[in-house]
């Protein structure tokens, strides 16, 4: 199955079920008419070449692709360079549609023998609202008979410039705590620094060049393009309680990422941390997050 493409009067979003129902485009159209990319366009195939892909049933890393629940070890497939297991195990598989429409399609993934000790099926719905609002609920059912950890997040990809625009994207995120960190794994508990503090004011990336965990929702953040005229601001569950920030040096995008869990959650509730965002789901129970994006596009 090729591309399904929905669409309102302001927005497009591209979904590809054979690549981990990832988003192949998201794009606005302004008041010219013309449809302008916000997000990056899909690649060659590789998940990580999408413009945003789902996180499931875990995001971030995991150490040593391994963790320990209710006493007992679990060993995954690391997929990694670093030797983690990385963004959950449903971001290459194939999903199937279950419905659909112009403005909405939702997909459903069953995973019984995958990189991931218990059996699960995961569901996503898209949909795009009129004035401009984007909307993406995922969902993790337990399908066996023991309980599992398990974490949730989107990865969207924003272009750091819209077109021939010269000016750089201003992100404002009030409320975060930055966690120290090696090789993208937490090494102590969060705390408020200058990067949250340039977050909360509002600021570009020039000078910030990040792949970092913060403890805090990034509900209500906003993104801006002050020359292209146009803004996208977040919308979260109150589960989406982390957020993590991906801007390498050099690239024309960046990451604003919802998650629920911190990087390595499962580890470090193990070693008894508070506050990792790790959800226990119950047998024949579910997980669910939801994120929201409302754009304004002046172009």
Not at 21 to 45: I, K, N, Q, Y
Not at 144 to 159: I, N, R, S, T, V
Request: hydrophobic share 40%; aromatic share 10%.
């Amino acid at each position: 199955m090729g591309e399904i493409v929905i669409e309102s009067d302001a927005l497009r979003v591209g979904v590809l079920p054979w690549l981990g129902a990832g988003v192949s485009r998201f794009e606005c159209r302004g008041g010219d008419g013309r449809w302008t990319p916000l997000l990056r366009m899909a690649g060659t195939g590789w998940f990580n070449e999408l413009g945003s892909y789902l996180l499931a049933p875990w995001p971030n890393r995991i150490v040593g692709a391994a963790f320990t629940h209710a006493g007992k070890k679990r060993q995954l497939k690391s997929d990694w360079i670093d030797g983690t297991a990385i963004h959950g195990d449903v971001k290459a598989r194939a999903w199937r549609v279950l419905d659909r429409s112009p403005v909405a399609v939702r997909l459903e993934c069953e995973v019984r023998d995958g990189n991931w000790p218990w059996p699960f099926v995961a569901q996503v719905r898209y949909s795009v609202e009129s004035p401009g609002r984007f909307e993406a609920e995922l969902s993790v059912r337990n399908l066996g008979e023991e309980a599992f950890p398990a974490g949730l997040g989107f990865h969207p990809f924003w272009f750091r410039r819209l077109g021939s625009e010269p000016d750089d994207a201003v992100i404002r995120v009030r409320g975060l705590a930055r966690y120290p960190a090696v090789a993208m794994i937490p090494t102590g508990p969060a705390a408020e620094d200058e990067v949250c503090r340039a977050f909360a004011a509002g600021t570009t990336l020039q000078n910030l060049v990040l792949d970092d965990v913060f403890a805090g929702t990034p509900d209500g953040a906003e993104i801006r393009w002050p020359a292209a005229g146009v803004s996208v601001r977040y919308g979260c569950s109150a589960n989406l309680g982390h957020t993590v920030v991906y801007s390498p040096a050099g690239a024309g995008y960046f990451c604003l990422e919802p998650v629920t869990m911190v990087n390595d959650g499962f580890n470090l509730l193990t070693r008894g941390q508070a506050g990792t965002g790790t959800e226990i789901v119950a047998p024949g129970t579910a997980m669910v997050a939801s994120w929201a994006c409302d754009v304004e596009c002046g172009v």
